[in-house]
T-cell receptor, first 118, second 117 residues
Framework: GAVVSQHPSRVICKSGTSVKIECRSL??????MFWYRQFPKQSLMLMAT?????????EQGVEKDKFLINHASLTLSTLTVTSAHPEDSSFYIC??????????????FGNGTRLTVT | AQTVTQSQPEMSVQEAETVTLSCTYD???????LFWYKQPPSRQMILVIR??????QNATENRFSVNFQKAAKSFSLKISDSQLGDTAMYFC??????????????FGKGTSLLVTP
């Protein structure tokens, strides 16, 4: 159980275009989803927290207008990288907290999306 | 802010041997949760073990155990009888207390573990 599906797994886009990444909880409902960014051989950096039906909370230094997050339902959150540039190339991972799970419950992670901007 | 420090960027261990990965953290909270996650080459994040700060007993999951020293803010991971499949990046993580971040995880920089035959 507790499967998080992230799509696409890899995407290549041209500089200046936008790309959308989907994060779906397949067998549970998620009130909260988290978006992380991971550079090669580095740690996961929290970008933003999205709550179903409300605006996302962004971490300091993350551009809200560049990384648009929408959490329209209890099973789907999307991250849209707008006007992508080569420096946005990275590995993006989502994770989800199951509805009703308390503090300390493990988060469930997607398989990640490798974004390459050319 | 809670910081997590993993001071060993890379480690190597022979198959069947034991290895310990270190992690220290900084927090002013009294109750919190600590985690070790494994990220193999597939990049999938896999939960290894979890520890609640209020519990004195060190968590154990099969070949994986922790040495949790709350006063020293230390949370090391011991892998016994290492297997080739244990080769991965290992991340120590602190779960942020309830707030606007909704229980997000704060990760250390990771330790790359290589298990050799």
């Amino acid at each position: 159980g507790a499967v998080v599906s992230q799509h696409p797994s890899r995407v290549i886009c041209k500089s200046g275009t936008s790309v959308k990444i989907e994060c779906r909880s397949l067998d549970f409902q998620a009130t909260t989803m988290f978006w992380y960014r991971q550079f090669p051989k580095q740690s996961l950096m929290l970008m933003a927290t999205s709550n179903e039906g409300s605006k996302a909370t962004y971490e300091q230094g993350v551009e809200k207008d560049k990384f648009l997050i929408n959490h329209a339902s209890l099973t789907l959150s999307t991250l849209t990288v707008t006007s992508a540039h080569p420096e946005d190339s990275s590995f993006y991972i989502c994770s989800a907290r199951e509805i009703g799970s308390g503090y300390g419950s493990p988060l469930h992670f997607g398989n990640g999306t490798r974004l390459t901007v050319t | 802010a809670q910081t997590v420090t993993q001071s060993q960027p890379e480690m190597s261990v022979q198959e069947a041997e034991t290895v310990t990965l270190s992690c220290t953290y900084d927090t002013s909270e009294s109750n919190y949760y600590l985690f070790w996650y494994k990220q193999p080459p597939s990049r999938q994040m896999i939960l290894v073990i979890r520890q609640e700060a209020y519990k004195q007993q060190n968590a154990t999951e099969n070949r994986f155990s922790v040495n949790f020293q709350k006063a020293a803010k230390s949370f090391s991971l011991k892998i016994s009888d290492s297997q080739l499949g244990d080769t991965a990046m290992y991340f120590c993580a602190f779960m942020k207390p309830p707030s606007n971040s909704g229980y997000a995880l704060n990760f250390g920089k990771g330790t790359s573990l290589l298990v050799t035959p």
